[in-house]
């Protein structure tokens, strides 16, 4: 009785290198993925006498995120004159905003310094919708 030779498996160290490669491709798309340096979700800000412009973000949606990079410029900006906040979906305060204003992830809602409302912008297109919101705050 002849038994046919074991296929020799892909040798550990191959399998090691392979498993390296891909653990270190995803966490760098991951990190891509990220905003640039975090916006605060403290809600607490609003009607600190600053305007303040509020970002519903939710991770399950990519509507936040496209919204993040669109603000990004205004940020930069304005970030000394207003308060850039995010309301996590993730969080109760967040979904608690959300609610009460009737919005979902990727709605931009902006404040005067004393908390009055000023204007909501759901799924804007482009940063100089939000700038004309903001503009009205400023």
Do not use: C
Request: a positive charge.
């Amino acid at each position: 009785m002849t038994t046919a030779a074991p296929k020799a498996p892909l040798a550990t160290w191959k399998k090691w290198l392979i498993y390296t490669f891909v653990l270190g491709a995803s966490a760098i798309l991951i990190w891509t993925q990220l905003p640039q340096s975090p916006y605060p979700t403290d809600l607490n800000r609003i009607g600190a006498g600053q305007p303040a412009v509020v970002l519903i973000y939710d991770v399950n949606s990519s509507g936040g995120m496209t919204v993040m990079k669109l603000l990004e410029p205004l940020r930069e900006k304005y970030g000394d004159q207003v308060q850039f906040l995010v309301a996590s979906m993730g969080l109760p305060d967040g979904r608690d905003f959300a609610r009460h204003y009737k919005i979902s992830s990727g709605a931009v809602v902006f404040f005067l310094g004393d908390a009055t409302h000023s204007s909501t912008v759901r799924a804007p297109e482009s940063t100089e919708d939000l700038r004309e919101a903001l503009k009205k705050v400023l």
